[in-house]
């Protein structure tokens, strides 16, 4: 069996400063001998010095490229426009299997080079449980920017910061009400936790409550926080009629999933995700309803959400390419490429 060469990628998106992998595990998978090899990067969190005092072999960011063939190239977010054709193994959030913007084209690119999109939000157990997640992360910057900005206090652009910096800016009396739509899940735990440290109470709804969903209920909250990722159609929680309905209470609305584009979307009231730059959307003026949907929060949060994720992720990379998790990875590839009408 040919040994394990895992390259950490320098991510193209100047807003992510996030890894999948941690130092202190990519000691481990160094230790277990695993060759790893990590490219400078300026923006992630950790230098590449600590990778080197880890064992790593370094290179210059984007020249995963030029890898070994058998190398298995693992990242976070996007990748570059280039090359056209992916000879590697990839294993990054695609965000390519359900009709998303960009989706074909990505699935084309693996086509042509004859490499496979290993994509983590796939990577599940036999039960279909997620194996490693940035949820927890993504919601409770989800639910704190929100409450930043309902009390006036959200600043921009956007600032990387650590969990006690940001708790000292979220705490509160309970001055607003709020609802947490997907509450029992990753997402929604950390949603519910940061308004925990902000003095709020939320309402927390799950399955049970948007089988039947009381649209008047939910417009009668003053924030809103959605952590539903649907896997299959269902009714949207917020359309553009609701919007308009007399007496709408709801002024700031934060959507976890970003579901933009995909059929499945429960928000289907934008049609861009925010930024660092500029975070919210007036959606409406008067009353007024703002949005914030970004789709890295958890890089505002960079050393505690990689640290998690990491911890999560690397007991699988260990076990790359003999793992039923990866295998099942594999599947869902060549299936969304079948899908897809793109030859795998």
């Not at 006690?164 to 947490?180: I, K, Y």
């Not at 209470?249 to 059929?263: A, E, H, N």
């Not at 970004?294 to 260990?318: C, G, H, K, R, Y």
């Given at each position: 069996?040919?040994?394990?060469?895992?390259?950490?990628?320098?991510?193209?998106?100047t807003?992510?400063?996030?890894?999948?992998?941690v130092?202190?595990?990519?000691?481990?998978?160094?230790?277990?001998g695993?060759?790893?090899?990590?490219?400078?990067?300026?923006?992630r969190?950790?230098?590449?010095?600590?990778?080197?005092?880890?064992?790593?072999?370094?290179a210059?960011a984007g020249?995963?490229?030029?890898?070994?063939?058998?190398?298995?190239?693992v990242?976070?977010?996007e990748?570059?426009?280039e090359?056209?054709?992916l000879?590697?193994?990839?294993?990054?959030?695609?965000?390519?299997?359900k009709?998303?913007?960009?989706?074909?084209?990505?699935?084309?690119?693996?086509?042509?080079g004859?490499?496979?999109l290993?994509d983590?939000?796939?990577?599940?157990?036999?039960?279909g449980?997620r194996?490693?997640?940035?949820?927890?992360?993504?919601?409770?910057?989800?639910?704190?920017?929100?409450?930043?900005?309902?009390?006036?206090r959200?600043?921009?652009?956007l600032?990387?910061?650590?969990?006690p910096?940001?708790?000292?800016?979220?705490?509160?009396d309970?001055?607003?009400t709020a609802?947490?739509?997907?509450a029992?899940g990753r997402s929604?735990?950390?949603?519910?936790?940061?308004?925990?440290?902000?003095?709020?109470e939320?309402?927390?709804?799950?399955l049970?409550?948007t089988?039947?969903?009381?649209?008047p209920?939910?417009?009668?909250?003053?924030?809103?926080?959605n952590?539903?990722?649907?896997?299959?159609?269902?009714?949207?929680?917020?359309?553009e009629?609701?919007?308009?309905?007399?007496?709408?209470?709801l002024?700031?609305?934060?959507?976890?999933?970003c579901?933009?584009?995909?059929?499945?979307?429960?928000?289907?009231?934008?049609?861009?995700?925010?930024?660092w730059?500029?975070?919210?959307?007036?959606?409406?003026?008067?009353?007024p309803?703002?949005?914030i949907?970004?789709?890295?929060?958890?890089s505002l949060?960079?050393?505690?959400s990689?640290?998690?994720?990491?911890a999560?992720?690397?007991?699988?990379?260990?076990?790359f390419?003999?793992?039923?998790?990866?295998?099942?990875?594999?599947?869902r590839?060549?299936?969304a490429?079948?899908?897809?009408?793109?030859?795998s």
């Amino acid at each position: 069996m040919t040994e394990l060469h895992l390259w950490l990628r320098h991510e193209v998106r100047t807003t992510e400063r996030r890894t999948p992998v941690v130092p202190s595990d990519a000691r481990r998978l160094v230790d277990s001998g695993v060759t790893v090899t990590v490219e400078e990067s300026p923006q992630r969190i950790f230098p590449v010095e600590e990778y080197e005092k880890a064992g790593c072999r370094t290179a210059e960011a984007g020249s995963w490229v030029s890898a070994p063939d058998d190398a298995v190239i693992v990242g976070l977010k996007e990748l570059p426009e280039e090359p056209a054709e992916l000879r590697h193994r990839h294993v990054f959030f695609g965000h390519a299997y359900k009709g998303q913007p960009g989706a074909r084209a990505l699935l084309e690119r693996f086509a042509a080079g004859g490499g496979a999109l290993y994509d983590v939000e796939y990577l599940v157990d036999d039960s279909g449980r997620r194996l490693a997640a940035f949820g927890f992360w993504a919601g409770y910057l989800g639910a704190a920017l929100a409450v930043l900005r309902h009390r006036g206090r959200l600043t921009a652009p956007l600032e990387p910061t650590t969990r006690p910096q940001l708790d000292e800016r979220l705490r509160g009396d309970g001055d607003f009400t709020a609802l947490v739509i997907g509450a029992l899940g990753r997402s929604g735990r950390g949603a519910c936790e940061a308004f925990r440290v902000a003095g709020v109470e939320p309402t927390r709804w799950d399955l049970a409550e948007t089988r039947e969903l009381d649209r008047p209920a939910l417009l009668a909250h003053d924030v809103m926080v959605n952590a539903v990722l649907a896997t299959t159609p269902i009714p949207p929680f917020l359309r553009e009629e609701d919007l308009d309905t007399p007496g709408r209470r709801l002024r700031t609305l934060c959507d976890v999933t970003c579901d933009v584009g995909s059929p499945l979307n429960v928000l289907p009231i934008y049609d861009r995700t925010t930024d660092w730059a500029d975070p919210v959307r007036r959606l409406r003026e008067e009353p007024p309803l703002d949005l914030i949907a970004i789709d890295n929060l958890p890089s505002l949060l960079p050393a505690e959400s990689s640290t998690d994720f990491s911890a999560a992720l690397v007991p699988q990379l260990m076990e790359f390419g003999t793992g039923a998790a990866w295998a099942r990875c594999r599947d869902r590839f060549e299936r969304a490429s079948a899908e897809t009408g793109v030859a795998s």
